[in-house]
């Protein structure tokens, strides 16, 4: 009698759950994918500022990319990611402001992630630049 009951029981919860249907609407959004940074040469602009030219590809199912987070070792800079939102794939590439916290530096460690506009974060690419 309790495998009877035991049993009705699965097959109930099974009839609810395992419709065959799909869950559109209230699945939360995927996370973005990037890869294939390319970090150009750094161009100083002073002893302590410049810029660096990035690029890189992106994958988005949901197409809302909104925001590309470039970290320094003394912080992060968010900038818009332009033309991106609507686009389930592409490159991404702009010019990322830098302030130099060793101005005789010769290299520049940073990462990159993309932000879409549910919040969920990309995976992380490591580049490392030069300066001349």
């Known amino acids: 009698m309790k495998h009877a009951v035991w049993l009705v029981l699965v097959a109930g919860l099974c009839a609810l759950g395992c419709n065959g249907s799909d869950h559109t609407g209230t699945e939360p959004s995927s996370s973005p994918i990037i890869a294939n940074l390319k970090a150009l040469t750094f161009i100083r602009s002073d002893a302590s500022t410049g810029i660096l030219p990035l690029s890189f590809d992106y994958a988005d199912t949901d197409a809302d990319v909104s925001q590309v987070l470039v970290t320094f070792p003394?912080?992060?800079?968010?900038?818009?990611?332009?033309?991106?939102?609507?686009?389930?794939?592409?490159?991404?590439?702009?010019?990322?402001?830098?302030?130099?916290?060793?101005?005789?530096?010769?290299?520049?460690?940073?990462?990159?992630?993309?932000?879409?506009?549910?919040?969920?974060?990309?995976?992380?690419?490591?580049?490392?630049?030069?300066?001349?």
């Open 74 to 132: 003394e912080g992060t800079a968010t900038n818009p990611a332009q033309d991106a939102t609507g686009h389930t794939s592409g490159t991404i590439s702009f010019i990322q402001a830098v302030h130099l916290p060793d101005p005789a530096a010769h290299q520049l460690a940073f990462s990159v992630q993309v932000v879409d506009s549910a919040g969920h974060h990309s995976n992380t690419l490591q580049g490392q630049a030069n300066i001349p």
